[in-house]
């Protein structure tokens, strides 16, 4: 964005999405890229604001979509709702006639769209342990309820409340009642996407040799999402995400003559995007569970997978918070020598990224088809296959540099062959830890570093460790050469063709240290069932356990 990075480098894409209206051209180069672009393997997208002129120009604009004549989606009982305003004002013109100018654009958008989910709930009957009505999904027979600890069915498919887990009696309330058939529950649920952007540009002409301009846009983004697609099957857990972006750069030209012309250029870009904001706080205590949550800004209702049904709670991974800082300086120098259009260049960034990632911070238990044959059957009884939480600290401090020197020619050999050739050389160092608490894996290695640490794991100090796990890559060597070819003079036929080398910046897996626990202990031995007779291998027998 005006010779500035504006990419978001912890997701992905750009960070500031600028409008049409605020765009005065834009190049797509993907295959042919020449030298003076890189840190990438795939596309980059180039993008120059507007300027003002002498003369005062703006726009008004307004963009509306709605559902008046949607069709009804196959699986909702009627129109999804649908309303989007997109709209925008821009101004420019002059400050001083022929020496200052001024550029102003803003964008909204207010958009709320409705989301039709459908899911397996168990029926009334089964959340009270009645599983009388119990089918064979595969023939569509009554089916017993098995306990496999015994290898019988349970008495007329019931399982006695008195040995029902507590917790699980509290949680099953979390599911809706069916409202489709006998264990589907289907709602359309309204989520909304709003975002305000804005910025600004001035251009100053010190003179017919420099030009001097500076450009700051922000934008601030909120989405809400009822039925986020890694979280619960159910509505009731919801979760948003917050996204502001800021970005400034300021650009001085500068013509040394008329076939030599240099340009300096700095920017910062500063994207905090908070993604997967829990919305539903309500505490797993609540529901009886008496461990604690390992983060507290995620603090909610535990992730429960009941294997064929719907699942409930917050979502396992979240909420990801990353703050990314970049702050970047350029110098090229464009010469004219005949039929030569040459030009050097050089970049230098330096990359921030602060994060806080959760993942399974208020923990997840899985229920299956044992102890009893039905899920939902070994969730009332408090049985789950598997219980993950994670744990430790979750901020990371991520710092990476970028650097990059490059020389391109345009040769015009003949007015109907054009030769591109150049090479670039870029330092791109893997991300480095603040607290260097990243790890490396070597198996039978002991790390000298943490001795006490578990065999085969090394830590950046380690003999062959580096601070960054992977060694810098300095061979980054990017030759580029294109050809434009008219075989024929007459404008109508071209021929094209490209070579590059292309490098992405090295991740080194950096999502982070986590540690772990993992358990496949049931509730029964994490927390006390009701009924001191109550024996899961014999549960109508007198004997305790």
Do not use: C
């Amino acid at each position: 964005l005006d010779g500035a990075s504006n990419v978001d480098n912890v997701n992905g894409g750009y960070a500031l999405r600028t409008p049409v209206d605020a765009v005065s051209e834009f190049r797509i180069l993907s295959l042919n890229a020449p030298a003076e672009y890189g840190n990438t393997s795939g596309a980059t997208t180039s993008v120059v604001t507007k300027s003002g002129s002498n003369g005062l120009h703006g726009d008004v604009y307004e963009f509306l979509r709605n559902n008046a004549m949607d069709a009804r989606n196959f699986f909702a009982a009627e129109t999804e709702p649908l309303h989007r305003n997109q709209y925008g004002a821009t101004l420019g013109g002059p400050i001083r006639k022929d020496k200052d100018f001024f550029f102003v654009y803003y964008e909204g958008q207010r958009d709320s769209e409705g989301s039709t989910q459908a899911a397996i709930v168990p029926t009334a009957a089964e959340r009270t342990g009645d599983f009388s009505g119990l089918t064979d999904p595969s023939t569509g027979q009554p089916a017993p309820l098995i306990n496999y600890f015994t290898g019988q069915p349970f008495p007329g498919n019931q399982i006695p409340g008195a040995i029902q887990s507590p917790i699980a009696q509290l949680a099953s309330k979390l599911y809706p009642l069916p409202n489709i058939g006998t264990n589907v529950f289907e709602s359309t649920q309204l989520g909304s996407t709003n975002y305000d952007q804005g910025g600004f540009r001035l251009d100053h002409y010190f003179g017919a040799g420099d030009q001097f301009f500076a450009r700051y846009s922000t934008s601030h983004l909120n989405q809400f999402d009822p039925l986020p697609i890694a979280g619960a099957g159910v509505p009731g857990f919801p979760v948003t995400d917050a996204i502001v972006t800021n970005s400034a750069t300021a650009s001085w030209v500068h013509l040394i003559s008329p076939e030599a012309v240099q340009t300096a250029r700095v920017s910062f870009l500063r994207n905090v995007f908070d993604n997967g904001q829990a919305v539903n706080h309500t505490p797993g205590s609540s529901l009886g569970f008496q461990y604690q949550p390992t983060l507290g800004l995620n603090d909610g209702v535990p992730y429960l997978i009941v294997s064929g049904y719907a699942s409930l709670g917050n979502p396992i991974t979240g909420p990801q918070n990353t703050y990314q800082n970049d702050y970047q300086g350029s110098y090229s120098l464009a010469l004219t020598r005949g039929r030569h259009n040459l030009k050097f260049g050089a970049d230098l960034m330096r990359e921030q990224i602060n994060a806080v990632l959760g993942i399974a911070t208020n923990g997840f238990f899985v229920f299956a088809p044992f102890p009893a044959s039905d899920s939902f059957a070994s969730f009332l009884l408090g049985q789950s296959v598997q219980f993950f939480q994670g744990g430790g600290d979750f901020n990371r401090g991520l710092r990476k540099w970028v650097g990059a020197g490059y020389a391109q020619d345009e040769f015009r050999i003949s007015p109907h062959l054009t030769l591109n050739y150049g090479l670039r050389y870029e330092i791109n160092t893997p991300y480095t830890d603040i607290r260097n608490r990243m790890n490396a894996w070597a198996p039978g290695e002991q790390s000298k570093i943490y001795p006490n640490a578990p065999e085969g794991l090394l830590f950046p100090g380690d003999p062959g460790v580096p601070a960054g796990i992977a060694n810098v890559d300095y061979k980054e060597f990017m030759p580029r050469v294109g050809l434009a070819w008219d075989p024929f003079g007459d404008n109508k036929t071209t021929v094209r063709a490209g070579y590059g080398i292309f490098y992405d910046g090295f991740t080194n897996g950096t999502g982070g240290p986590l540690q772990a626990s993992i358990s496949a202990l049931p509730w029964t031995q994490a927390y006390q069932l009701p009924g001191p007779g109550f024996d899961i291998a014999n549960p109508y027998g007198s004997s305790a356990t």
